[in-house]
Every structure is written in structure tokens, then in C-alpha cells.
């Protein structure tokens, strides 16, 4: 995300940005055989964490093959928000989830996660990876995913779905984990299906299991990409239920999403994307009574 | 028919029997320990490492397990360099050319197997584990790896089943297995249907022990594709207000 080569031909080894307000020290990178600058803050736990903004991203560049899916995006979440991402399929929606925790690696930009930046360089094809493989693992376990095809480990039953991330990737202890477990379960209202698999839930418990599997790492932000889409129409109230639930708890949201309703009511803040671009951005209710543009106005339309 | 020869020569085929378990134990044993990291590498393995994998899963399958156990106790012994090797005392004895033969036969098999079950894995399991923050290799412990095993246990049971029917081939380099047992009895009293239709029930026996094992792990491990609780599902009563 960040053109480390500029600094190649500086024999520094420890340098300030001002940019950012961090220290740089100087590292080897062992697969291009260069040297680059990185912020101190990222070995040091918790040091930038003091960050209003639980999630940003700045001039986010996507492209698969020739196809530019998204073309400079900026967002910042603030804690406590609820962000919807509208927009017709093809708009780059999903991408730009999959983008902030690194399922898609972005061709230019920068992700900002509690304040900390994600790594990336260049491997020998050219092509951007990670730079640090375990602070991206660190940062994906900070941000809970809820998936629109649930995704929940068939062979698993529910509580095991639940516990799986905490227990084996934060390495939480399993009783602790087991009783928060189930206090999410009960709070997403399947506390009578712990030990039942999966398959032998209706879609709409899925999803609500995959809500409580996010909650239970307690993560820094959820990131919901449609949760509702792959629903029975019956079966989307008892999920949007639960997210206006957490939204009143003041959790920090992402949502993709066609509900128009539950952007309008629910969120805080409602975002527009366009070919790759956000062309409306404001509180719901500022969007969608006083839209600023065309192209909005006809989306709403369509929908509503 | 005269039964009381094998009753009165009952402990030739215990030994055969004994002989048999251990072999085919023995080689599945080795043959999934070494198929395991085999599959995961094939699948995984950067093109360097998957190469020499193909290679050795072409051969094992493209070749009768007859001709390879003879290449291996016939054919090594032909060349004075693997005489003179420590490793000849090995080689040398029957049991183990069988027993490697065998291993490395069915973990070719294994491999192919396991290397189908974890392809398999729903793409979106692999996402979640991926979004949560798990590592490759504790990706593959706690979801590829539990859930290709799930996958690749019906057509593991065949194999088996495979090895055990295939190691009767042990027989013909002078191992005293189950056929080697009806071969002795055979040529003491020249009765073959006697001789060999006991081996035939022995091998019934067996298939049908590890038949049921594998019942009670697939009731285990496929709880989560079996309906819930099938006390519930109940026949629903004919609407009685329908009309024409």
C-alpha cells in the first residue's frame, strides 16, 4: 500500500514520517533483496491504537485483469458507525469489503485497521502481497466477516462454529470463550441449537449463527457483505432484526447491502458507489431525502 | 468335501491370519501417515514439489501391484550394488519388500483420494478461515483437513478393503499369509475347494469387521449430513378439504 522503494536510495536506518506521525526503522526484505522503511507502530501493540477511526482506507486502487473495479476509494469508519455500501452489482461493493481485510489484495492504497497500517510489497512477479503475513492474520481477527452464503464450517456444530476463531486463533481460554459463546447465541436467538449442525438450520439461523460467530471474536468492526440476499424474503426480518440490535449497541458496521430500509433507518451514514467510485456519501438521512445526484435518485427509485 | 482337514490343520491358517492383519495394518498405517503430507503438498506444493508426488502416484497406479512387488523382491536383487548395501538384509526378507510394496502402493491410492476430498472443500469454508485470521497451517488442521477426511472416507473404506483383498498377492513371494495358508493345505491334501473357500470366508470375515468399524465412524464423523433427530420426521396427515 505503500511505495517503500522511495526510500531505496537512503542509507538511514531509522527515519520519521510526517505524513503518517511514526517512526520508521529500516528493514531487508528477503525475497526482492531490497531494503524498505516500516512504521515502528506495527511491532509495537496498541501504539497508534488511540485512533478515533476504527477502519479507513485511503485512494483504493482494485483491478482483475483489465477490468478496474475500484478506482480511488476513501472511507473512514469511525467507531460506533453504521455504514451502508449501496450500489448496483458489478459497482465494486463486495470488493471494497474484501479489500479492508485483505481477502482481495489491493493494487494501490492504503487500509488502516485501529490505526494500523497494512503491509504490502511486491513479490517477484510484480504482483502485491502482504508484506506480513501474521499482521495481516492479526488484523483479518480483528474484523469479523459475516458472508451472504453464511459460510459456517459444515462440520461443525454451532457452538464449535462459534468458539472456532477465538479459541484457536486469538488463543482464548475455552471456558471463557464457551460461556461468551453461548451468550451470543442466545442474544442472535438460536440458543436452543448449540450442538445441532449447520444443515439442520433454516438460512435465516445460519446467518444469525454467522452473526453471533462475528461477534464472539469481538472484533474492532463487522463487516456484512449482503447478509440478507441469499434469504428466504420471510427469513431476512429475524437477520435484520439482530443487526439493528447491535447497530443500537453502537458496534462499528460495514454493511453491504439492498435493504434500502435498513440503510435509511439503521445506519448512521449511508455511502453510494458508482463504476468504482463513491459519488454519494452522508448520514442516511441527508442521502436518501437530498440526494446529489442523478444517478442516485434513479437507484432509489428502482429499489424502493 | 472333508472340512476336518482344516479343522485338524486350523492353526496354519490362525498363523496365516495373523500374518495378513499385520501386513495390511501395517502398510495402511504407514501408507496414510505418508499419504497425508503427500496430499496436502500435492495440492499446495509449489510445481518443484508436486512433480516428483505426480510421478510416484503415475507409477504406483499405472502398475500392477503383482509386478511391483516383484520389482522390488526379484528385481533389486539383481544388482550387486543393492547386495552389498546395508540396506540388503532388508530387502532380502519377503515380508518387508511386501510390507513397502504395500505401503507404498495404497499411500499412491491415499494420495489421489485425499488430494480429490480436499480440493472439494466448499470454497467458502476456506474464505471464512481465511477472513477469521487463521493460518494456512491451522486452516488446514482445524477445517480442510477435518473436513476432507469427512469426504474421503467412503471411498477410503474401499481402499481398505482394495489393500486387503490386493495383499493376498503376499502369497506368491513365499509369505504364509491367508492364501498362503489354503496354498500349504491345498498341496499337503490336494483338496482346493476346501483349502481355498476357508480362505474365502476368512477374507468375508474380515471385509465384514471393517465394514462395520467404518459404520460407526461414518454414524461419527457424518453427523452433520444426517437428518437431525429422526424421531422427529413425521408422515404429515392428507389434507381431507381437498376437492377433485
Known sequence: MYNYSRYNNTFRLFGFDFNRNCLLYQRRDPWVKQYYFLPFSIDVKGFMNTSQHAISVEQLHKSFGDNQVLKGINLTADRGEVISVLGSSGSGKSTLLRCMNLLEIPNSGIVRVAGEEVLIKKNRKGENQPADMKQVERIRSKLAMVFQQFNLWAHMTILDNVMEAPVHVLRQRRAEVRERAIHYLNKVGIGDKLNAYPIHLSGGQQQRAAIARALCIEPEVILFDEPTSALDPELVGEVLQVMRDLADEGRTMIVVTHEMGFAREVSSRTIFLEQGLIIEDGTSQQVFDAPKTERFKTFIAAMM | ?244
Open chain 2, 1 to 244: 468335501m472333508d472340512f476336518s482337514i482344516i479343522t485338524g490343520n486350523i492353526d496354519v491358517y490362525l498363523e496365516g491370519l495373523k500374518n495378513t492383519l499385520i501386513l495390511v495394518s501395517l502398510s495402511l498405517i504407514a501408507g496414510l501417515a505418508m499419504a497425508i503430507p503427500l496430499a496436502v503438498l500435492r495440492v499446495i506444493g509449489n510445481p518443484f514439489i508436486q512433480w516428483p508426488i505426480r510421478a510416484f502416484v503415475y507409477f504406483f497406479r499405472g502398475t500392477p501391484l503383482l509386478v511391483q512387488m516383484f520389482l522390488v523382491y526379484y528385481g533389486f536383487g539383481q544388482f550387486d550394488a543393492m547386495k552389498d548395501s546395508f540396506l540388503w538384509p532388508l530387502f532380502k526378507e519377503a515380508y518387508f519388500c511386501a510390507l513397502l510394496t504395500f505401503s507404498l502402493n495404497t499411500c499412491a491410492y491415499t494420495v489421489e483420494i485425499l488430494r480429490g476430498s480436499i480440493v472439494a472443500t466448499p470454497h467458502g469454508e476456506v474464505e471464512a478461515a481465511t477472513a477469521a485470521g487463521m493460518s494456512r497451517l491451522l486452516m488446514l488442521r482445524r477445517i480442510i483437513l477435518p473436513s476432507a477426511f469427512r469426504r474421503a472416507l467412503p471411498a477410503y473404506s474401499n481402499e481398505i478393503i482394495f489393500m486387503l483383498h490386493g495383499s493376498a498377492l503376499a502369497s506368491v513371494i513365499t509369505i504364509v499369509d491367508i492364501t498362503g495358508a489354503a496354498r500349504i493345505i491345498n498341496s499337503r491334501f490336494y483338496s482346493p475347494y476346501e483349502a481355498f473357500i476357508t480362505a474365502a470366508l476368512f477374507y468375508m470375515a474380515i471385509t465384514f469387521t471393517i465394514v462395520f468399524f467404518i459404520r460407526l465412524l461414518e454414524k461419527k464423523w457424518h453427523a452433520h449430513l444426517q437428518p437431525a433427530d429422526q424421531s422427529v420426521i413425521t408422515i404429515e396427515a392428507p389434507h381431507e378439504n381437498i376437492t377433485g
